[in-house]
């Protein structure tokens, strides 16, 4: 299977950089800007096309799953080329939890998804951006292959754990300048 983590070769975005912030429309046509969501772990699923076998597979699972992906506390949307229309269809005709987030010009597709090596057109891109808004995990795979659900939730629980580990470490510091003064 043709998965790519994040590379050095890629122009883009990378792991550990921050995440250009973007609004799209959801398929209600409502507003979803990245910054909005700054404070909580966002998943970002790129896929490439509605109502195609793996695309279809790959929001179903995630409908699927989605207690458990509820249980990460994240933010979670789908990002297509469709139009907001076309998303809605598709996301009631699935019984699809998350916002479809509208991507026709795959212009935040090009930014998140894109690859070096392979037109964007063939693949799709799973992107975690943890509550600080940097990112934490960028995987690109042709689009014939989806993520494992388990995969993306380990992603996010990750992501989660750095901003845990770091606040701890703060709180850490903090008591050890503390004893430092009381003594």
Same mark, same amino acid.
């Given at each position: ?20 912030? @973007? ?22 699923? @790129?896929?490439?096309?509605? $109502? ?33 229309? $076309? *998303?809605?269809? @598709?996301?009631? *005709? ?7 987030? $509208? ?62 580990? $770091? ?17």
């Amino acid at each position: 299977m043709a998965i790519w983590q994040d590379s050095d070769q890629n122009p883009t975005v990378k792991i550990g950089t921050a995440a250009p912030d @973007f609004v799209l429309d959801t398929e209600r046509g409502k507003k979803w800007r990245l910054s909005d969501h700054l404070g909580d772990v966002t998943a970002l699923l @790129f896929y490439p096309k509605n $109502e195609t076998l793996v695309c279809t597979k790959q929001m179903c699972a995630v409908r699927n799953y989605w207690a458990d992906y509820l249980e990460t506390k994240a933010s979670i949307v789908g990002i297509s080329s469709g139009t907001s229309a $076309e *998303n809605l269809h @598709f996301s009631k *005709n699935h019984g699809l939890p998350l916002p479809i987030l $509208e991507d026709n010009d795959r212009k935040i597709t090009r930014i998140y998804g894109s690859h070096w090596l392979v037109p964007i057109q063939f693949t799709r891109a799973i992107v975690v951006v943890d509550a600080k808004g940097f990112i934490r995990h960028r995987q690109i795979m042709l689009r014939a292959f989806r993520p494992t659900d388990k995969s993306v939730i380990a992603s996010i629980y990750a992501a989660r754990t750095d901003l845990i580990y $770091e606040n701890f470490a703060h709180l850490l510091k903090e008591s050890k300048e503390r004893n430092k003064r009381l003594l």
